[in-house]
């Protein structure tokens, strides 16, 4: 079979400051060191958000000399340490991360792995995949696989079709999640082909990474419910982004228009510690803010858990922000709209 379309502009994605210097007036030579680094890859249909130098979507894909800083941890989530075979993290109990690309279709400049994606040393041989099936056989405690990378969907169909049938017929895995950002940066990937093979291995979920409402494009939309019409049920994680998305008005709408097409917010991120992200932090105080303001105006299904992942493999944290304002036998607890309200609690 021939290139398919998605291949075909996974092969025209820009991968250097040069080549973006073509569409936008700007000096490319300060972000070759960056990109030599960091790997850079941008989609087209990606690059066609963009509208102006600096704007929310340049900010998530164009290097930044920022990324050069030498601050934070270069596995911050202490993924390695839980790395019983290179391609599994295993953290929890009953569920593993299972890397199956080290590839992606556009790069993250935020990535909490971006010491490894897109670079050689990440790619994942045929026996670490062979091992990383052989690891979740072995061990019956392992209910829910997170196929992840790297971007899994970046492999050819032939290839994901493997790997999801001999996950599948592990009798104790109950279910499958892929995390992808292909609805958002390559959303043509998504064909009808890929979602009759998705199809074959319910229960399956899909998390998908958007950040920002100019993200949800018709074209994303589109991909969107062809996997949600194929019975995939989709959620979305989002990484609260300094300078991106870090007000509750964008938050708000981003998680309102994906509702409106099917997909359910599931996390929002706090940034992780990683080495070269440290502009894209905010301060946990704003988090907490932005989720205050969700509660009361927006529906709870756009209300997700704003979570932080501790350091050293400490695991992911809810965040909550301060309703319950003294607590005894009454309880004092403040509303979404700032009134405080005396509350009769049970002597436990
Ligand atoms: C986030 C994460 C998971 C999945 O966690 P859920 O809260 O179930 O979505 C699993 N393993 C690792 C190592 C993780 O970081
Ligand atoms: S798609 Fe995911 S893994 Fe790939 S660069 Fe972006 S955040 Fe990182």
Redesign the pocket.
């Known amino acids: 079979m021939g290139t398919e379309l998605w291949q075909q502009a996974l092969q025209d994605a820009v991968t250097s400051a040069d080549q973006l210097a073509e569409y936008f007036d700007f000096d490319p030579r300060p972000l070759m060191a960056v990109a030599a680094k960091y790997p850079m890859r941008i989609t087209p249909y990606y690059l066609g958000l963009i509208e102006k130098i600096g704007d929310p979507i340049w900010k998530q894909a164009v290097p930044d000399l920022h990324e050069l800083a030498d601050d934070g941890l270069t596995d911050p989530?202490a993924?390695e340490e839980?790395s019983p075979v290179p391609a599994i993290?295993?953290?929890?109990p009953d569920?593993?991360?299972f890397y199956v690309s080290g590839t992606c279709a556009s790069y993250c400049r935020f990535c909490t792995r971006k010491r490894k994606v897109g670079c050689a040393d990440m790619a994942l041989s045929f026996r670490d995949l062979r091992q990383g099936i052989d690891y979740i056989a072995a061990n019956s405690q392992i209910r829910?696989v997170?196929f992840s990378g790297g971007d899994p969907l970046v492999l050819p169909d032939s290839v994901l079709q493997d790997l999801l049938a001999r996950v599948h017929a592990i009798p104790h895995v109950e279910i499958i999640?892929i995390g992808t950002r292909v609805p958002v940066t390559l959303p043509e990937r998504i064909t009808d082909r890929l979602c009759t093979l998705l199809k074959k291995f319910q229960p399956l979920y899909v998390?998908t990474h958007f950040n920002h409402p100019r993200e949800l494009t018709l074209q994303a939309t589109e991909a969107c419910a062809r996997l949600i019409d194929a019975g995939i049920v989709l959620g979305n994680q989002t990484v609260l982004l300094r300078g991106v998305n870090d007000s509750p008005e964008i938050i708000s709408e981003l998680f309102r228009g994906l509702l409106k097409m099917r997909v359910r917010p599931?996390?929002l991120h706090h940034m992780d510690l990683t080495r070269g992200t440290g502009h894209f932090r905010t301060s946990v105080k704003t988090g907490l803010k932005i989720i205050h303001s969700l509660r009361g105006p927006v529906s709870g299904l756009a209300s997700p858990h704003y979570?932080i992942?501790l350091p050293g493999?400490k695991?992911?944290v809810p965040l909550v922000p301060q309703y319950v304002k003294r607590r005894g036998d009454t309880l004092l607890i403040q509303t979404a709209d700032g009134d405080v309200v005396e509350y009769p609690d049970m002597p436990s």
């Open positions: 989530l993924e839980f993290v295993h953290r929890y569920r593993v991360i829910d997170i999640r998390n599931y996390y979570v992942d493999g695991g992911k």
